[in-house]
């Protein structure tokens, strides 16, 4: 009889929602500047947020390893305010969350960039400051386009692997996920527990694309 | 006439078009006629603040909008004008209702709701969507929308282009409905002698970005053989 690892469910779960809730507010925000501003450097910046999905996710956990551990740039920082991240929980969300940011910030521009500027404009002629119409036009008509995009982070944050295991480790009850677990299941010769997983994983991963797919139809139509 | 709108040597380049005009409007319904291409468009954009001019002054009842030597430019929410653009940019996502009311100002009575809804007969569309409207419908909406702002100018553009001919026939006696009793400044952009005729009092006529002439729309346009009305051509 296999058993499940509650514990990895539930991080990995909490987890991806935590780094997508993160993600949201400066991913949209970012996302409106790529659509709507023309500034210097937009290139570049539209470079960096592109790169943890193209880059192998060991290199961005090592990299972020070296910023967030004890001697990095921001670790050293967080370390005289006794905040420890690396091999926590919170390891676990960071990594997660910069995995799943291209995601919804480049479903977010496709949306953003949908919204037609003449309504934007007639909503200002109609008296709207730019935050009316941003709260009341732009956000409500991109927000299918938004939400699928959150829901695809979602499941690439409940996939993570490369990243999260280099920042935040592999300590079965504190920051194993399931993709680790599974990875551990099988190390083991668990095979059985790896199996099971591997059907909640699924699951979940197809459930959150499907829902991501059916936003989209609806918008279409 | 009284002026009410100036336009001091306002100049917008846009790529190689560029735009040069210099006029003044008066208080009634004017025309702003022209082929396309002619900068109809990009005028209004101008007048509303939407594009910002690279030169010149515009001055709405005695109100600097826009001075390029002092810099001053009054953002289009500021500015009072309603514009009814050619697609008409009613909001997709909210209801008619909701449309009307984005506009009003606060505190603004029912009486004149239900007097701009009486007018333009649109008082059982306040539930609909946009999407649910037909095209004569969407028309009156949006016009409504424009005035339940209370603007001090309105700009409507090529408000019948797209429309049938018959429905452009049902749409022209409300516009002069709205002309007559709500006596709001309009510029109305249109390459329609016939419905420039029917509803203004003066013209301006705009061609490769110049005003070729100004005057009133019986001194510059002149009835056809056939039924309706064509530009006189100027020596």
């Known amino acids: 009889m296999a058993s499940l690892d509650w514990p990895a469910i539930f991080l990995s779960l909490g987890g991806a929602l935590l780094a997508v809730a993160l993600n949201l507010v400066p991913g949209v925000g970012i996302a409106w500047l790529l659509a709507r501003r023309k500034w210097p450097g937009k290139a570049v910046v539209e470079t960096i947020v592109t790169l943890p999905l193209v880059m192998p996710p060991v290199a961005t956990g090592l990299l972020l390893l070296e910023l967030l551990g004890r001697r990095g740039w921001i670790g050293h920082w967080l370390r005289a305010v006794n905040i420890d991240i690396v091999f926590t929980w919170k390891a676990v969300v960071i990594a997660m969350a910069v995995m799943s940011f291209p995601f919804v910030v480049r479903n977010a521009r496709v949306a953003l960039e949908a919204v037609s500027t003449r309504v934007e404009q007639v909503a200002a002629t109609l008296g709207a400051s730019s935050w009316r119409v941003a709260w009341t036009v732009t956000l409500p008509l991109a927000r299918r386009g938004i939400v699928a995009g959150a829901v695809m982070a979602f499941a690439r944050a409940l996939g993570e692997f490369g990243a999260t295991i280099l920042v935040a480790g592999n300590i079965p009850g504190s920051t194993t996920v399931i993709s680790t677990s599974i990875y551990n299941d099988i190390m083991l010769g668990h095979d059985a527990d790896a199996d099971a997983l591997i059907a909640v994983s699924i699951g979940l991963a197809f459930a959150a694309i499907l829902a991501s797919e059916l936003l989209l139809r609806e918008r279409q139509s | ?235």
């Open chain 2, 1 to 235: 006439m009284t002026p009410f709108l100036e336009l001091r040597g306002v100049a917008v380049r846009l790529g190689r078009f560029r735009l040069e005009i210099d006029a003044v409007l008066s208080d009634g319904w004017s025309a702003l006629f022209g082929p396309s291409g002619a900068g109809k468009t990009t005028l209004l954009e101008v007048i509303t603040g939407l594009r910002r001019p690279d030169a010149g002054r515009i001055i709405m009842n005695g109100h600097m909008l826009f001075d390029a030597a002092s810099k001053k430019n009054v953002p289009p929410r500021r500015r009072g004008i309603g514009y009814v653009p050619q697609d008409l940019a009613l909001f997709p996502h909210l209801t008619v209702r909701q449309n009307l009311n984005y506009g009003r100002p606060p505190g603004d009575g029912d009486e004149f709701f239900t007097g701009v809804l009486e007018r333009l007969e649109i008082g059982s569309l306040l539930a609909q969507k946009p999407d649910a409207l037909s095209g004569g419908e969407k028309q009156r909406v949006a016009l409504a929308r424009a005035l339940l702002a209370r603007p001090a100018l309105l700009l409507l553009d090529e408000p019948l282009t797209g429309l049938d001919g018959p429905l452009r026939e049902r749409i022209i006696p409300f516009l002069q409905r709205v002309r007559d009793e709500f006596r709001v400044p309009t510029l109305y952009v249109t390459h329609s002698a016939d419905e420039a005729v029917a509803l203004c009092g003066r013209v301006v006529v705009l061609e490769a970005g110049r005003m070729m002439s100004e005057g009133a729309v019986h001194d510059l346009f002149v009835p056809r053989d056939s039924p309706g009305w064509r530009l006189r051509v100027l020596s």
